[in-house]
């Protein structure tokens, strides 16, 4: 899913969600020739009838009040914040990202497609009634309320960004067609301070939520360790019919925003255990979605166009070099060398949790054996 106009997307000068890495991606993306292994398709926004699937009326339209006129944003709908200011043709900006992701959805669940990307949604912390942490419309659960809406029974969503994924979580806190999965750095030491192993889902969704609160400092070896430990067993007990993911970039360790030290290879990694996953428990049906990142040349360009090449069935190779061209356009834009290779030159390596068992002193294991048993019983799991 592309179109330059989600580019639009934009808080200003000096904020982290720079949609320069929005448009790098994609020429990294073309540089490659993956444009032409799949087909690239633009959706129109998504429309207002469609934006109530998760949002607010009152919401929707304070949105475009601030749109029309910026000095106007209402605060209290988390409009016009440091985090999320409000900008001129910010609802038209938003609702097209919104719009590219629900279109993902309606074309792998009519079987027009078996896998969809939208790199430049995965805007998770918007809420029904409120703009969050840079997401003015939650994009990734409009997606899931369309497969919902559809006839979807269930819908699983796997969250790897650094953030809490926390308004997909709220959006179906007490839906038992929804399992929402979210690995994060530990809510005590960043936003949006939620994420706690022991919320697990409302009375009609026990175990509908899950989260993996990972503790700062954590690298490729303890993250793959918890994603393997908690995310496999759980879409097998849950049999999802499609499976939703939402592929932040900013667990990496030169994230300027956050504190794990994973690298391009591991997150290229987790990218290809979601394709496998997706045709193991969920018929191939896939929907890959980006997220946060503010690396925005280093990191989030290349971590994406890794995702958009397993999609595809192109997956591009580890010692790649990236292409001379695509590295003259990232100095024309802004003035910066781009890395030389596709990714960080590491191989993860990771202990099986199962098979190794887990160490009560460690941190990292105390966080996995938290979330397993705080929801793995839910499922019929041995914790």
């Not at 609802?91 to 430049?120: P, T």
């Not at 969250?159 to 994060?184: C, E, K, M, N, Y």
């Amino acid at each position: 899913m592309w179109d330059e106009g989600l580019t639009a997307y934009d808080f200003g000068a000096g904020h982290p969600m720079d949609p320069v890495r929005l448009a790098l991606t994609m020429r990294l993306v073309e540089a490659f020739g993956l444009d032409r292994a799949v087909e690239v398709v633009a959706a129109k926004p998504a429309g207002e009838s469609t934006l109530r699937l998760v949002h607010r009326q009152d919401y929707i339209e304070a949105v475009r009040r601030a749109s029309a006129d910026p000095a106007a944003a209402d605060g209290s709908y988390g409009l016009g914040t440091i985090d999320d200011p409000a900008f001129a043709g910010m609802h038209e900006a938003s609702a097209l990202i919104a719009g590219q992701s629900v279109a993902a959805a309606e074309s792998v669940w009519r079987g027009d497609a078996l896998h969809a990307v939208n790199f430049s949604g995965g805007l998770h912390h918007a809420m029904p009634g409120g703009a969050s942490g840079f997401c003015v419309y939650n994009d990734a659960a409009l997606a899931i309320a369309r497969l919902l809406e559809m006839g979807a029974e269930r819908v699983a969503y796997v969250d790897v960004d650094v953030h809490h994924g926390d308004g997909v979580q709220a959006a179906f806190w007490d839906d038992p067609r929804v399992l929402t999965i979210s690995l994060h750095e530990h809510p005590r030491t960043l936003f949006p301070q939620t994420g706690w192993p022991e919320e697990t889902g409302g009375e009609r969704a026990p175990g509908g939520a899950v989260n993996v609160a990972l503790p700062a400092g954590t690298g490729d070896a303890g993250w793959l360790r918890a994603y393997h430990a908690v995310v496999p067993e759980l879409l097998g007990a849950f049999r999802p019919q499609v499976l939703v993911t939402q592929h932040g970039a900013d667990t990496h360790v030169e994230d300027p925003l956050a504190h794990l030290a994973v690298t391009v290879d591991a997150q290229r990694a987790v990218a290809e255990s979601c394709h496998e996953l997706a045709h193991e428990h969920a018929d191939g049906r896939w929907i890959a979605l980006g997220g946060g990142g503010y690396a925005v040349v280093d990191v989030v360009p290349r971590t994406w166009t890794h995702l958009v090449a397993i999609a595809a069935g192109r997956p591009v190779a580890p010692e790649a070099e990236v292409p001379e061209e695509w590295g003259h356009e990232v100095y024309r834009r802004t003035r910066q060398s781009a890395p030389r290779r596709m990714t960080d030159g590491r191989s993860p390596q990771w202990r099986d949790f199962g098979e190794w068992g887990y160490d009560p002193g460690d941190r990292l294991d105390q966080a996995i054996l938290a979330t397993r048993r705080a929801v793995f019983p839910h499922h019929g799991l041995l914790p």
